[in-house]
């Protein structure tokens, strides 16, 4: 492989850019390896050599109790606590995402969160109730960050394809974001609600009643919350033995598939969680074109740059 195509030098780009950009900015966490391997797919050797690579360009520092984060461009530092920008209920639940994202839901804790921010449990407190209030913050933060597109893709399909890939993404960022959303006992933020309706818009006008409207994104998103369920455990598999998903079916799975004529078939690629995961939604989302089209719908005539006007 050429050396400027090589994995880790391609995230470590991707990296560089976020802190030349001001993405990431002096103080903040990077990903992790954990991160890396998870959001990239790639072995842990991989993404320890893409930190490594930044590291050695003085671009990030190691802080025992904290992780890895951005350092100072001038003087290629970690900035100390005195010149940390002041608490704020943002800084809180940045914090406690890049946590979840690098150690798993179950390490969040107020004592972890105010130790990586350098300040006291009591002073986080000022910001958040609890652990309960700061998880809900955390998913509609994380929702937010995926943003609605206005005006919408054409087409009733194209918009919930949309949704749910890059709910799906979230997720395979934030693996603990299965475990914050509920379908039983659904969020009521700003921006999960925003969500549904900027999905029911995409099916108003096409003969459906605002319950079947809402049953048909909830049937979507609850499928992809359901394939994402697994990925926080699936992450720490990854974590403590060093193997991919990829990797561990190419040494374990596929071995044994040649003793399987019908499995024998399947080339490799095929059983790429990413593949399933547009299968299965391609096929509901056949169904619910037969919804429509059994209430005889088709695509509304006003234009998808806001809420139907009334009348």
Known sequence: MDEAQSPYLRIAAELRRRITTGRLRPGDRVPSTRQITREWG?????????????????????VPGVGTVVA???TGAVPSRRSAPELSEE????????????E????????????????????????????????TLMADRVLADGGLPEPQ???????????????????????????????????????????????????????LDPVTMVHIYVTVANYVHGTAAHLEAEAEAVQQTGTTDDEW?????????????????????SLDLNTLFEFGLQRLLDGVATLIGSHGGGEPSWPRTGPRSPG
Do not use: N
Not at 46 to 54: E, I, M, N, P, W
Not at 177 to 183: I, M, P, R, Y
């Open 91 to 102: 800084r809180v639940v940045r914090a406690a995402i890049a946590i979840a994202d690098a």
């Open 153 to 207: 893709p054409p087409g009733w399909r194209a918009c919930l394809e949309w949704a749910a890939r890059t709910q799906w993404a979230l997720y395979r960022r934030h693996p603990w974001l299965a475990q914050a959303v509920s379908f039983t006992r659904p969020m009521a933020t700003p921006h999960a609600m925003a969500q549904v309706e900027w999905a029911m818009r995409a099916v108003d006008g096409l003969g």
């Open 104 to 135: 798993g839901l179950a390490t969040l804790t107020m004592r972890r969160i105010a130790t990586s921010l350098g300040t006291s449990v009591m002073a986080l407190y000022r910001y958040v109730s609890g652990r309960d209030e700061l998880v």
């Open 72 to 74: 100072d461009p001038k």
């Open 249 to 269: 079916l190419e040494s374990t799975v596929i071995p044994q598939m040649p003793e399987f004529p019908l499995l024998s078939q399947i080339p490799p690629d």
């Open 42 to 62: 790639v072995a842990m050797a991989t993404a320890t050599k893409a930190l490594t690579t930044l590291r050695q360009e003085g671009l990030i520092r190691p």
